[in-house]
């Protein structure tokens, strides 16, 4: 019982890619990122890429109280914005109009907000 506690309490999950796992938290993008990308039809490495970069700009422009604080929102929302026009479509050439990559933001931003203390 103890066991499955533990489990259960930090979120174990065998089907995670190691790269996910090794990242606490980024399990929570990289389930609920995916139908934002699945039209474009990444493999599962370049996806995983994306999530943790992703997750990896949130955490660098995390300070205290930073759900709070709408500079510091925007300027997550402006990072993620930048490295998705300019890693994700210019250079790594995958197609995303306006329309998806807000979509992208969005989702990412809710779901950071809804998990603040992943970031602090």
């Known amino acids: 019982m103890k066991l499955i506690s533990t489990d259960v309490v930090n979120k ?36 995983i890429s994306i999530v943790l970069d992703i997750f990896t700009i949130i955490k660098n422009e995390a300070i205290v109280d930073w759900y709070k604080n709408m500079d510091v929102r925007r300027k997550m929302r402006n990072s993620i914005d930048d490295y998705l026009y300019d890693v994700v479509k210019g250079e790594k050439g995958i197609e995303m109009d306006s329309n998806h990559i807000k979509s992208v933001i969005d989702t990412a931003m809710q779901l950071a907000e809804n998990n603040f203390d992943l970031f602090t």
């Open 12 to 47: 174990k999950d065998e089907s995670l890619p190691s790269m996910i796992e090794s990242q606490k938290g980024s399990d929570i993008f990289y389930r609920n990122l995916r139908g934002q990308f699945e039209t474009l039809n990444l493999n599962e490495e370049l996806y």
